[in-house]
């Protein structure tokens, strides 16, 4: 304990898991973006795979992208709006699974290292991992090379302060700004969006041109 400069100690609960996502937290507007673009996006990927095969009367290539993506996408919209809506489950399942009455999660930071401990699971990650730190109203969110986020409360602190821990990250980690983990992030999912963009165009031509084309003797 001698080396360990922070540590933040609390309990996972439903409130908790909501409260992240809260009327006064931005990520909650993110999320419903999520939620509402992945919903638009699948109900059009799965009727245009529909018209597809209605229009062409036998099964092509595009109409079975089409709704093989319609069917992901409806479904990762069911699986964000589950972790906003079955916190309760949710906890339920961990408790059961790593068998203890309360879930925990402690996270520590000394000189070279931050420690994620969850009841019996541990992870160490380098400060060169940490890319950006978002700040709340009552707690930060630690942003580990943009794919994991993990949340330190203000109040939660067992040693150090929430005034002095923003100062301490930011000495030891190599900050990204807001607009350059954007910009990671938008790398990261580029061939996902390159994927839906073939699945767009596709859809268009097998969906609109060419049936367009036959009415209309191109």
């Not at 993110?30 to 992945?38: G, M």
């Not at 109900?43 to 109409?63: C, H, K, R």
């Not at 479904?75 to 709006?81: E, L, N, P, Q, Y």
């Not at 000189?111 to 730190?133: A, C, F, P, Q």
């Amino acid at each position: 304990m001698e080396n360990i400069k922070f540590e933040n100690v609390y309990e996972i609960t439903p409130k908790l898991l909501k409260s992240w996502h809260g009327p006064k937290k931005k990520r909650i507007g993110r999320y419903r973006y999520v939620i509402i673009w992945l919903l638009l996006a699948g109900v059009a990927l799965f009727l245009t795979g529909l018209t597809i095969f209605g229009i062409l009367e036998t099964g092509t290539p595009g109409g079975a992208v089409a709704l093989i993506g319609g069917i992901y996408l409806l479904i990762m919209a069911w699986i964000v709006c589950a972790y906003l809506r079955f916190a309760h489950r949710m906890i339920k399942k961990h408790l059961k699974t790593h068998k203890v009455e309360k879930w925990y999660q402690t996270i520590q930071f000394d000189e070279e290292n931050i420690i994620i401990k969850t009841d019996n699971i541990s992870g160490t990650y380098s400060y060169k991992l940490l890319k950006y730190v978002e700040e709340c109203e009552d707690c930060f969110f630690l942003w580990i090379d943009t794919k994991q986020v993990y949340a330190v409360l203000k109040g939660s602190f067992t040693k150090g302060n929430a005034e002095e821990f923003m100062a301490f990250v930011r000495e030891k980690g190599n900050l990204w700004s807001r607009a350059k983990l954007k910009r990671r992030v938008f790398v990261k999912n580029l061939p996902l969006i390159i994927l839906f963009a073939y699945l767009f165009i596709l859809c268009v031509v097998n969906g609109i041109l060419m049936p367009l084309s036959g009415l209309l003797g191109w």
